[in-house]
T-cell receptor, first 108, second 114 residues
Framework: KNEVEQSPQNLTAQEGEFITINCSYS?????LHWLQQHPGGGIVSLFM???GKKKHGRLIATINIQEKHSSLHITASHPRDSAVYIC??????????FGQGTTLQVKP | EPEVTQTPSHQVTQMGQEVILRCVPI?????FYWYRQILGQKVEFLVS????????KSEIFDDRFSVERPDGSNFTLKIRSTKLEDSAMYFC????????????FGSGTRLTVV
């Protein structure tokens, strides 16, 4: 069964801290996505990874295919980074399989 | 930047009524999806659609649910005989190529069945 698990479920940080969110996935996932969901509910795609590492601004995403593990890092966190971060895997049929999300709160 | 547009943003309906949720995917995208998120739970796959037919559907997508792309632009999700448990946020998503490139999500329709 295709599964995506992420941790932690909730995360509180002080402004400026380095943040890491982890994701593990099962066999049958061909690519890994990191998504951001704000309180209004909309979902924004941050990264799609099938290997290596990607960086956009203060966000860095890595993937280890052998270990079936991915991480999302936020450097110099800021209160505006507060959101739900979701890891999702593309199945062999093309659909996304979602993790349960990590609720991040960054305090000033 | 191209967007996926969903309407309405919020729909309240009486139990047993029919609702139609509308989506306008990005014009050159070929693969279309509906997902839903019950409050406090993770996002779940409902259905995928390609070349004017359903590619895959989940167990949630029972015979009360249907999708169509009537005019080559709109992509609709219809729910007949709505139940209280259909209350959720429904997201439309599209992508240009199969298993390449990311997905673009709409902003969602919050469906409340009362």
């Amino acid at each position: 069964k295709n599964e995506v698990e992420q941790s932690p479920q909730n995360l509180t940080a002080q402004e400026g801290e380095f943040i890491t969110i982890n994701c593990s996935y099962s066999v049958g996932i061909s690519a890994l996505h990191w998504l951001q969901q704000h309180p209004g509910g909309g979902i924004v795609s941050l990264f799609m990874l099938s290997s290596g590492k990607k960086k956009h601004g203060r966000l860095i995403a890595t993937i280890n295919i052998q270990e079936k593990h991915s991480s999302l890092h936020i450097t110099a966190s800021h209160p505006r980074d507060s959101a739900v971060y979701i890891c999702a895997g593309t199945s062999n049929t093309g659909k996304l399989i979602f993790g349960q999300g990590t609720t991040l709160q960054v305090k000033p | 930047e191209p967007e996926v547009t969903q309407t309405p943003s919020h729909q309240v309906t009486q139990m047993g009524q029919e609702v139609i949720l509308r989506c306008v995917p990005i014009s050159n995208h070929l693969y279309f999806y509906w997902y839903r998120q019950i409050l406090g739970q993770k996002v779940e796959f409902l259905v995928s659609f390609y070349n004017n037919e359903i590619s895959e559907k989940s167990e949630i997508f029972d015979d009360r649910f249907s999708v169509e792309r009537p005019d080559g632009s709109n992509f609709t999700l219809k729910i007949r005989s709505t139940k209280l448990e259909d209350s959720a946020m429904y997201f439309c998503a599209s992508r240009r190529e199969f298993n390449r490139g990311g997905y673009t999500f709409g902003s969602g329709t919050r469906l409340t069945v009362v």
